[in-house]
């Protein structure tokens, strides 16, 4: 069986960069040209960062620049460059109510943690079904812990 993987990012926000803690993280910058950029181009070119993400036909993407009353999680084919699933996905509290912009590493800070994540077993936690995830970045090397 194929290892699930998540990648926790932020895609949609229109400045370059982001400043977050101590941290600096990238965000995907769209040019304000009349050129139509899609959704799909964007996760399509976040998940390209990853190369170890290439050899998976799907990945889900979690995109945290949208606020958490939208859709955020989604399924990415990477064959056919197209969404074939997306869903309302939460976030830590201590985060942000809306849009989370506060992210961390550190255990204890009840804080989401941007990166690459291996899924985990389903359980039931006390906002539905829900899966563990095991952080693969340095940036969320302490999640699950």
């Known amino acids: 069986m194929r ?5 926790v990012t932020l895609i949609s ?8 803690g101590k941290h600096q ?28 993400l290439s050899k998976h036909s799907t990945v889900s993407v979690i995109d945290y620049s949208l606020p958490i009353e939208k859709k955020r999680f989604f399924v990415f ?3 056919k460059n197209e969404i074939i699933y997306q869903s309302h996905v939460g976030h830590a509290g201590a985060s942000g109510a809306q849009v989370p912009f506060d992210f961390s590493n550190v255990e204890g800070t009840k804080k989401t943690s941007l990166g690459l994540y ?14 563990n995830v095991h ?3 340095e940036s969320n090397s302490r999640a699950y812990k």
């Open 3 to 7: 290892k699930s993987l998540v990648l």
């Open 77 to 79: 084919d990477q064959i």
């Open 25 to 52: 993280y990238s965000v995907v910058s769209m040019p304000t040209a009349k050129v139509k950029v899609t959704l799909e181009d964007r996760i399509s070119l976040e998940i390209k960062k990853h190369k170890s």
């Open 135 to 137: 952080g693969l970045s």
């Open 13 to 20: 926000c229109t400045p370059s960069d982001l400043a977050i």
């Open 118 to 131: 291996k899924v985990g077993i389903t359980y039931k936690g006390s906002w539905g079904v829900s899966k």
